[in-house]
């Protein structure tokens, strides 16, 4: 069975400094690793799509890395509008016809 | 462009009733994937509708049923609800196996 676990549960940042956060996953076949944003009561937003090991995508002040056992999410120099919850899943390959597994998520809250 | 739309925003029903939510796709998009997230969780996978039959199913029981209509869009149907089905019931769009795009979601509370 596939399983996502994200680390930490939640992370307070300073405006300005610097983290990443840990995306763990057992999956057979990974086809597709991918980050979502997760405001209070509101659907996930997308983010990026990781297909293969050693990749990287950047969006702003965020960039996402894949490695055949993890994938970091790096946040440079936040501001108070990135916190959230950022959600990782994971889409297996083969008959799964996009089913996304994801973790329980990661609360980020960044403070002016 | 539109994105996924779902109706209604906030729901309150009592235990043992039915409720139907519903989603419009992505423009464009042609398969729905249905979610369920509890406080604090992430979503789980209940079912999958393209071609307007149900392609994959997760682990939630038969009282979890939908649809898919000619144009794409989609119904969630509960039947005798429990106070464990309260939560943000999401809808997904897509195109086959490709990036998923979320709606606001439905809140569902059950008392």
């Known amino acids: 069975e596939d399983q996502v676990t994200q680390s930490p549960e939640a992370l307070r940042l300073q405006e300005g400094e610097s983290s990443s956060l840990n995306c763990s996953y057992t999956?057979?076949?990974?086809?597709?690793l991918f980050w979502y944003r997760q405001d209070p009561g509101k659907g996930p937003e997308f983010l990026f799509t990781?297909?293969?090991a050693g990749e990287e995508k950047e969006k702003e002040r965020l960039k996402a890395t894949l490695t055949k056992k993890e994938s970091f999410l790096h946040i440079t120099a936040p501001k108070p509008e990135d916190s959230a919850t950022y959600l990782c899943?994971?889409?297996?390959?083969?008959?799964?016809?996009?089913?996304?597994?994801f973790g329980q998520g990661t609360i980020l809250t960044v403070h002016p | 462009d539109a994105g996924v739309t779902q109706s209604p925003t906030h729901l309150i029903k009592t235990r043992g009733q039915q409720v139907t939510l519903r989603c419009s796709p992505k423009?464009?998009?042609?398969?729905v994937s249905w979610y369920q997230q509890a406080l604090g969780q992430g979503p789980q996978f209940i079912f999958q509708?393209?071609?307007?039959?149900?392609?994959q199913r997760g682990n939630f029981p038969d009282r979890f049923s939908g649809h898919q209509f000619p144009n794409y869009s989609s119904e969630l149907n509960v039947n005798a609800l429990l106070l464990g089905d309260s939560a943000l019931y999401l809808c997904?769009?897509?195109?086959?196996?490709?990036?998923?795009?979320f709606g606001p979601g439905t809140r569902l509370t059950v008392l």
């Open positions: 509708y393209y071609e307007e039959e149900e392609r």
């Open positions: 999956v057979s076949g990974l086809r597709g």
């Open positions: 899943a994971v889409h297996r390959g083969g008959t799964s016809y996009g089913k996304l597994t």
């Open positions: 423009s464009g998009h042609d398969t």
């Open positions: 990781l297909y293969s």
């Open positions: 997904a769009s897509s195109l086959p196996a490709r990036d998923a795009f």
